[in-house]
């Protein structure tokens, strides 16, 4: 079955982790490229390439990504921050 399925049905994919921890004892892990680089890192990442190429948003970052997928996406960087857009702008736009 797939995700898209389980979705339809009102399974999360936390839903399901929490399902899984409950039977098995033990947490499923995503392993993600990102997952071995700090949050101090990816931070690092994502404003020298805002510097480097004269960015000035974090939606002209997620444009510039899109022809350079070695880069973390603007979803994780969120996430991973836990910020918004417009807290991701601010800091961006202070450290610059």
């Known amino acids: 079955m797939n995700y ?7 399974y999360s994919f936390e839903k399901l982790k929490e399902l899984y921890k409950d039977k098995y004892g033990e ?13 101090r890192g990816m931070l690092s990442m ?21 022809g350079n997928k070695d880069y973390p996406s603007l979803g994780t960087i969120k ?11 601010k800091l961006a736009k202070a450290l610059k």
Do not use: C, P, Q
């Open 4 to 10: 898209g399925t389980l979705s339809k049905h009102g």
């Open 27 to 39: 947490e499923i892990k995503a392993n993600t490229r990102w997952d071995n680089i700090s949050n």
């Open 46 to 66: 994502f404003l020298n390439v805002m510097r480097e190429n004269d960015l000035n948003s974090a939606i002209a970052y997620d444009e510039w990504r899109k």
């Open 79 to 89: 996430k991973r921050l836990n910020m918004t857009y417009a807290e991701l702008n």
